[in-house]
C-alpha cells in the first residue's frame, strides 16, 4: 500500500493555498449555537456553501487547471459530476480562458445543470448515475483526447481540498475534531492530512449517506467496493466506488466513517435553513445530520468541532419538499 508522503504531501497543500490566495475565497467558520446546545460540544460551521460557485469543488478544480501543461490546456478539459465538481470546473476553466465540457448524470438537480452551462461549459447528461456518467465520460476521452479532470481521485484536487483544513487551523487552531462529508474521498483525504499534519490528535470524522457509501463500505471491507442501495438526496456525494488514491488516505488517516438516513439527512437539512439561516444542499447537510444523530458524541462531547458544510447548490423544488414536510412541526 503506498504510504500518505507518496501520495499527498502537506506541502502540495500549503502550494495549492498559495496558487488558490486571491482566487477561492476564504470561507468563514461561524459558532453554531443551536448545535452547540443539541451536543455539548462546542460547534462550529466552516461555510463552503459560500465558496465560489456554491461549493468546495472550486478548489480543487482551480487547483488542477492551474497546474495543466499548454498542450492539456489547448486540447480543453473534460470531467464528469453531479453538479459540483462540474460547476468548479466550469468556472475554473472560465478564468484560465480554455475550452471545458461536463458530463452529468440524467439525475443531477437543474440547478446545477444550470448553472455548469452558464459558467460556460457544454453539459451532456449521460447515465442514470454518477458512475454511469463516468464511465460515458471515459469513452469520450478515448475518442477526443480531451484532458480528464477526475472529481477527486488526484493529488492536485485533494490538495486544493485540502486548503480547507489549513483555513479550519488559521481560524481555530486546537480545534478537536472536524466532520466531514465522503463521497470519493478527495475533501476528507485533503483536509485529513491538512489536520494530521499539524496536529496527528485531531479526530477526522467522515460522513456518508446510508444509500450510497462506497468508501465506507470499502473501508470496512479492506478493500475497494462498491456500495448502492438507492438514490439519496446527498446527490453530491452518491459515489459507488471511492478513488483509489483517496481510499488509501481516508484508511490511514480518517478516525471513523459513519452513515446517516435520508430522515436524518432531511431534518438537518431543516435545522441549518430554520436555526441557522444556512441554505444547502443534500451533501452540505451530511456534517450536520451526523453531529445532530448522536452517533458521534464520543467525538463530539466536551470537545471543540469544525462541521463542514460542503455545498449550497440546491434546487428550490428541494428545499420546497422539505419545507412541507416538515411544516406544522414544532422545530
Not at 490566495?21 to 461561524?30: E, F, L, S
Amino acid at each position: 500500500m503506498e504510504t500518505l508522503k507518496q501520495i499527498l504531501s502537506i506541502q502540495e497543500i500549503k502550494e495549492a493555498h498559495k496558487t488558490l490566495k486571491g482566487m477561492a475565497r476564504k470561507t468563514p467558520i461561524v459558532k453554531s449555537f443551536y448545535l452547540t446546545a443539541k451536543t455539548g460540544g462546542e460547534v462550529y460551521m466552516k461555510l463552503e456553501n459560500m465558496q465560489l460557485t456554491g461549493s468546495f469543488k472550486f478548489r480543487g478544480a482551480f487547483n488542477k487547471i492551474s497546474s495543466l501543461s499548454e498542450s492539456e490546456r489547448a486540447k480543453g478539459v473534460i470531467a464528469c459530476s453531479a453538479g459540483n465538481h462540474a460547476q468548479g470546473v466550469a468556472l475554473s476553466s472560465k478564468l484560465a480562458g480554455i475550452k471545458s465540457k461536463i458530463v452529468m448524470p440524467e439525475s443531477a438537480p437543474k440547478a446545477k445543470v444550470d448553472a455548469t452551462r452558464e459558467y460556460g461549459s457544454e453539459v451532456i447528461l449521460a447515465g442514470a448515475t454518477f458512475d454511469d456518467a463516468k464511465e460515458f465520460c471515459g469513452k469520450i476521452v478515448a475518442e477526443t483526447g480531451e484532458t480528464f479532470l477526475h472529481p477527486y481521485d488526484d493529488v492536485k484536487v485533494m490538495a486544493g481540498q485540502g486548503t480547507i483544513g489549513i483555513e479550519i487551523l488559521e481560524d481555530l487552531w486546537d480545534v478537536e475534531t472536524v466532520v466531514v462529508p465522503v463521497g470519493g474521498g478527495g475533501i476528507i483525504a485533503g483536509v485529513a492530512v491538512a489536520l494530521k499534519s499539524f496536529n496527528p490528535n485531531i479526530n477526522v470524522i467522515g460522513v456518508q449517506a446510508e444509500n450510497v457509501h462506497g468508501m465506507k463500505a470499502s473501508i470496512d471491507a479492506g478493500k475497494i467496493v462498491s456500495h448502492f442501495i438507492a438514490p439519496t438526496m446527498a446527490d453530491g456525494c452518491a459515489v459507488k466506488v471511492p478513488g483509489t488514491l483517496t481510499y488509501n488516505v481516508v484508511q490511514q488517516y480518517v478516525n471513523e466513517i459513519i452513515t446517516v438516513t435520508e430522515a436524518e439527512l432531511e431534518l438537518a437539512m431543516k435545522d441549518l435553513l430554520q436555526r441557522a439561516k444556512v441554505v444547502v444542499e443534500g451533501a452540505g447537510a451530511l456534517a450536520t445530520a451526523a453531529l445532530l444523530s448522536g452517533k458521534i458524541d464520543k467525538y463530539v462531547n466536551g470537545k471543540k468541532v469544525v462541521g463542514i458544510v460542503s455545498g449550497g447548490n440546491v434546487d428550490l423544488q428541494r428545499i420546497s419538499s422539505v419545507c412541507e414536510h416538515f411544516f406544522g412541526v414544532d422545530a
